[in-house]
């Protein structure tokens, strides 16, 4: 079951002022409505602001994630794919999955991984975060890239002090 043990989503205090990307995917309106929602009310809860792009699909959410990962703290991308009769959707998948993971990497910006790999158009509707949904999917990857974010700035600064301090012992 999807979800199953997952922690409860929340924000680290951190995430205030942060600037976050959301690139979302445009195929399957009604599900991206919802996954759109969730990421905008996790952005907004933790204070943070964003800037919205879209593009036609999920295959390509990781050159508009790697594109602007460099002028924010965080991206969060948002997609669906639904398995039909072809291989296309493991292509995609594949892609999506492969391409964000370098991106976020690469850049050392968080990327929240906000892209549904449904079985069918009913699953996905169940995690979209809409009315009825079990799940917010979009909420939750928002809320993973944003507290990355938090963690890694926090670490980031800690270790600059750590460094500054050990130069002025020398």
């Given at each position: 079951m999807s979800g199953h043990g997952a922690p409860q989503p929340t924000l680290d205090p951190g995430t205030k002022d942060l600037r976050v990307a959301i690139v979302a995917a445009s195929w399957h309106e009604r599900v991206m409505g919802g996954l759109l929602a969730g990421a905008r009310r996790a952005v907004e809860a933790a204070g943070a602001t964003a800037v919205e792009v879209r593009v036609p699909g999920s295959f390509e959410l990781p050159v508009a994630a790697a594109r602007l990962a460099p002028t924010v703290d965080a991206v969060v991308a948002l997609g669906v794919v639904i398995r039909g009769g072809t291989p296309h959707f493991e292509y995609v998948c594949s892609a999506a999955t492969t391409g964000l993971t370098d991106v976020s990497v690469t850049t050392g910006v968080p990327v929240g991984f906000g892209v549904l790999t449904c079985d069918t158009e009913a699953q996905a509707?169940?995690?979209?975060?809409?009315?009825?949904?079990?799940?917010?999917?979009?909420?939750?990857?928002a809320a993973a890239a944003l507290n990355t974010a938090a963690v890694l700035a926090g670490v980031t600064g800690a270790a600059a002090a750590d460094t500054g301090a050990r130069a002025g012992r020398r």
């Open positions: 509707l169940d995690r979209a975060g809409l009315e009825g949904s079990s799940e917010d999917k979009g909420f939750e990857a």
